[in-house]
Every structure is written in structure tokens, then in C-alpha cells.
């Protein structure tokens, strides 16, 4: 079992950045990918970035060349550097760890951080 708390989210305005951060309590090394998720009011969650233990990036098409994903294997964080920030990006932001397994995949998640983007 592994615990993950997501911080760095905040009010911000439309045109700025965040840096959310997700710290495991354990190693990351032995999860398959690491990603952040959002949620915004009335909507389903939505994938907005993941990256694979060795290290490849994918992005929704939506946040494409705004948003970066990274990891710190040796600090089990994963970072999401937000930029060019819309309203539209306002959602409670969650931090996924996923192991997968040939009948199942594992999933891990925080408890979310809100964005709020002001327009």
C-alpha cells in the first residue's frame, strides 16, 4: 500500500502557473506509471498527464505544451508544472500510481488539490 499527498494547488490567474507536487510514501520506481488526473464540478475525472517508470510523458490534448509531468525517483515525488493556466483548468487535481498486472491494474490515488483559475 502506498500513500500519496498532492500539494501546491491554489487560486491563480489566467495566464499563470503552479508546480503541483505528489510525494509518495513509498518507492515510485516499482509503479508501472505515475499521473495526475482532475475533476471538475460535474464532470468525470479526466487523464491530464502520466509518465512511465522509464520515463515517457503522455498528455491530454488539452493541456499539450502548457503542462509538464516529471518524476524524482529519489524523493518518490512526481511534479506537474502548470503554465498558461485557464479558467477552464479549474478542477480538483489528483496524483494516480498504477501497477499493473496481467489481469489487473492497481490503482493509488490522493486525496486531490484544488486550482482554481480566475479569468
Known amino acids: 500500500q502506498v500513500q500519496l499527498v498532492e500539494s501546491g494547488g491554489g487560486l491563480v490567474q489566467a495566464g499563470g502557473s503552479l508546480r503541483l507536487s505528489c510525494a509518495a510514501s513509498g518507492s515510485i520506481v516499482s509503479f508501472n506509471a505515475m499521473g495526475w488526473y482532475r475533476q471538475a464540478p460535474g464532470k468525470q475525472r479526466e487523464l491530464v498527464a502520466s509518465i512511465t517508470s522509464g520515463g515517457t510523458a503522455t498528455y491530454a490534448d488539452t493541456v499539450k505544451g502548457r503542462f509538464t509531468i516529471s518524476r524524482d525517483n529519489a524523493k518518490n515525488t512526481v511534479y506537474l508544472q502548470m503554465s498558461s493556466l485557464k479558467p477552464e483548468d479549474t478542477a480538483v487535481y489528483y496524483c494516480?500510481?498504477?501497477?499493473?498486472?496481467?489481469?489487473?491494474?492497481?490503482?493509488?490515488w490522493g486525496q486531490g488539490t484544488q486550482v482554481t483559475v480566475s479569468s
Open positions: 494516480n500510481a498504477r501497477r499493473r498486472t496481467v489481469l489487473v491494474n492497481y490503482d493509488y
